[in-house]
């Protein structure tokens, strides 16, 4: 199956400090890649719908001035997470689409700490 | 609000015999329901789903069952091996929404040798 590369796995930062997480489709285009927040022993919750060259759409109750995402090209996607808090602290995973209405494929996810 | 359950956080299950992970849902306007298997650290992967207007899907050793009245769907995986342990969330696709999925809470499977 497809290739969906996120980077860093896990990253720990300071209260304060912006965290870049980037999103990769290795061998295929995604025009459509999500990104989704997990908490402990909770579901996936979708935070928002990233399109290539447009602007992200962001689900109900997801700050879009914290959490931003560029879409700037077919095979990477980026969220950042600015002035990142402890409450920030969750695993993020991405996932991305193969054509308009293709088969969803996950990144292995990145593990955010806010100390 | 919680459209996707998974009342069961977690099950435990012999080697070889069968599981049944539930999930239901309080949203008539999903049509494809899908499930999804999950490592620790690792992102979901796919396995299977069913179009709402089946009733069973069977994929070798699993088959996903959807009941539309009682909306509830379910997955079975016989036989169980060890190498199924993981965490299964099942997930909905709103009538038009084409990826935009909503996933259950998981359940934690454990296959005992």
């Known amino acids: 199956g497809a290739v969906v590369s996120q980077h860093p796995s896990w990253v720990i930062c300071k209260s304060g400090t912006s965290v870049k997480i980037e999103c990769r489709s290795l061998?295929?285009?995604?025009?459509?890649m999500f990104w989704y927040r997990q908490f402990p022993k909770q579901s996936l919750m979708l935070m928002a719908t990233?399109?290539?060259?447009?602007?992200?759409?962001?689900e109900q109750g997801v700050e879009k001035d914290k959490f931003l995402i560029n879409h700037a090209s077919l095979t990477l996607s980026t969220l950042t997470v600015t002035s990142a808090h402890p409450e920030d602290s969750s695993f993020y995973i991405c996932?991305?689409?193969?054509?308009?209405?293709?088969?969803?494929?996950f990144g292995e996810g990145s593990r955010l700490t806010v100390l | 609000d919680q459209q996707v359950k998974q009342n069961s956080p977690s099950l435990s299950v012999q080697e070889g015999r069968i599981s049944i992970l539930n999930c239901d849902y309080t949203?008539?306007?999903?049509?494809?329901f899908l499930w999804y298997k999950k490592y620790p650290a690792e992102g979901p992967t796919f396995l299977i789903s069913?179009?709402?207007?089946?009733d069973k899907n069977e994929d070798g050793r699993f088959t996903v069952f959807l009941n539309k009245s009682a909306k509830h769907l379910s997955l079975h995986i016989v036989p169980s091996q060890p190498g199924d342990s993981a965490v299964y969330f099942c997930?909905?696709?709103?009538?038009?929404?084409?990826?935009?999925?909503?996933f259950g809470t998981g359940t934690l499977l454990a296959v005992q040798p």
């Open positions: 996932s991305a689409q193969t054509g308009m209405a293709g088969e969803l494929f």
């Open positions: 061998d295929f285009q995604a025009t459509t």
């Open positions: 990233s399109n290539e060259g447009s602007k992200a759409t962001y």
């Open positions: 949203n008539s306007m999903f049509d494809y």
């Open positions: 069913i179009s709402s207007i089946k």
């Open positions: 997930a909905a696709r709103p009538l038009g929404a084409t990826n935009k999925l909503i």
